[in-house]
């Protein structure tokens, strides 16, 4: 019934979390608080209502329960009184204190759990690489078991001569290893009807950055030799029971789309399309087709379900637009964000990620007054094409209200917008591509929230 995004969501509890650092309480792990309002007014460009939603403790209750459990003063750690644990031989999971950092899926979004979503908790990330077992997950009709011995691509139509590959023949052609973003169209999309999503890993949580190794689409094209007069499109489609279908423009297929087995340096997770993937890089994440079986040549665009009745743009009079791929340059703060409680007055580290679809990221701007003043944000390096761009500002925070905003330039000039500029050219119901300028408020007891500025 939904297509990604348009439901609220209500909440289970959840144990309290563990997994930020500095002065900053972790955002809390559910959704909304049941019962708790889930419209919020627009707020002025005056730092008036807090639209908090949730009712957390007081600033000086936070530091008095901060004080309860002091680090050990006296003697050893009972961590360094004994040998520890045998080296480890089986594969590596996190620290057991780190057990609350995991992707969340956010009840009553979708109607099932095979099509749904597991948002990535990017409040809790460092640097660029979304690691593999955190990576979202975006699934139309669950994921399928694939054996990689048993897995077959077939490339057909528009060639010189179909074939069928096994997973044999696909590692035996010349490699790439290239770091992108995959972001959903639907990343963010309940902010287009102004739903106060409380934390950045339920509003911004689409969107994942891998090291991705596998073959150039070119160079498979190449080798069953596509018509290079008549071919325009190339169909991709999976082997999940969605057979999810997607056509990609020739120019697009044999410019930097890759077919994909490696993410981070091993073999792609089940999750994200093991054995083999299609990589869009900069495209909206439904054209990145998992569990890949197909690719046919066609001579137009297949105008499949996936880009007829989803994945298009309801434009205020009434006609959808459809074919709107592109990912355009966004950015947001993941630190101090939603749901997060600044314990102290003094130094905190703003930090965040920028992207952009058309290219790289040129700067970074950074507001703490919601627009008026703003000051460019240092970036870290690799600055890549098409991948996730570290940003950080160093800030004090004297107890007084303010508006955290990120803005990014991309290398191809392009501003990201204030929300008001895109309901301006898409009206009010559009579910995908919104790549407005995020704010979160800080109120005076260091609550953070999520605020929809007019
Ligand atoms: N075969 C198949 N491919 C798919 C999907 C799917 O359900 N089936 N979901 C798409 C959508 S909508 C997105 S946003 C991305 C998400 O990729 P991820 O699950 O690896 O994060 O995969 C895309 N590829
Ligand atoms: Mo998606």
């Given amino acids: 019934m939904l297509n990604e995004d348009n439901a609220l969501p209500l909440s289970p509890q959840e144990p309290a979390v563990r997994g930020s650092y500095g002065r900053v309480a972790p955002a809390p792990t559910h959704f909304l608080v049941p019962g708790g309002d889930t419209r919020r007014r627009l707020l002025g460009g005056l730092l008036g209502g807090s639209a908090t939603l949730f009712g957390a403790a007081s600033f000086a209750q936070q530091k008095t329960e901060r004080q309860v459990n002091p680090p050990p003063s006296t003697g050893l750690p009972r961590w360094s009184q004994a040998l520890g644990q045998p080296v480890n031989t089986t594969y590596g999971t996190p620290s057991e204190y780190e057990k609350n950092i995991v992707r969340r899926q956010s009840p009553g979004l979708t109607t099932t759990n095979q099509s749904s979503i597991a948002f990535a908790p990017l409040q809790n990330l460092f640097g660029i690489i979304t690691p593999s077992g955190l990576h979202f997950e975006r699934d139309h009709s669950g994921r399928p078991d694939v054996d990689p011995d048993q897995h077959r691509l077939l490339i057909h139509g528009l060639v010189r001569e179909a074939k069928i590959f096994t997973m044999a023949d696909i590692l035996r052609y ?56 008549k071919s325009r499109y190339v169909l991709a489609e999976g082997a999940d029971a969605a057979s999810l279908t997607r056509s990609i423009p020739i120019e697009v297929a044999l410019n930097d789309v890759m077919v994909v087995y490696g993410q981070n340096g091993e073999m792609l997770r089940p999750e994200n399309g093991y054995p083999l993937r299609l990589l869009v890089p900069g495209v909206q994440g439904v054209s990145s087709v998992k569990w890949l079986r197909r690719l046919k040549v066609g001579d137009a665009a297949f105008e499949t379900r996936e880009e007829t009745r989803h994945y298009t743009d309801l434009m205020p009079d009434g006609i959808s637009r459809q074919y709107t791929w592109v990912q355009e340059a966004k950015s947001v703060i993941t630190s101090p964000s939603g749901g997060q409680k600044l314990l102290d007055h003094g130094y905190y580290e703003i930090t965040g990620l920028a992207w952009s679809g058309r290219g790289a990221v040129k700067r970074v701007d950074v507001s703490t007054d919601g627009g008026r003043n703003w000051k460019t944000a240092s970036l870290q390096a690799p600055i890549l094409s098409k991948a996730l761009t570290r940003f950080r500002m160093d800030w004090r925070w004297g107890g007084d209200s303010a508006l955290l905003q990120s803005r990014v330039i991309d290398s191809t000039g392009y501003v990201q917008p204030l929300i008001k500029q895109l309901r301006a050219v898409r009206g009010a119901r559009s579910i995908y591509h919104n790549n407005a300028i995020q704010t979160w408020q800080v109120d005076p007891l260091g609550n953070v929230s999520n605020v929809q500025l007019s």
């Fill in 174 to 229: 010349p490699s790439v290893s290239r770091i992108h973003f995959i972001e959903c169209g639907a990343n963010t999309g309940m902010e287009w009807a102004n739903v106060a999503v409380p934390t950045v890993q339920y509003s911004h949580g689409m969107l994942s950055c891998s090291e991705y190794t596998g073959v150039l689409l070119s160079t498979l094209l190449d080798e069953v030799g596509y018509d290079s007069k």
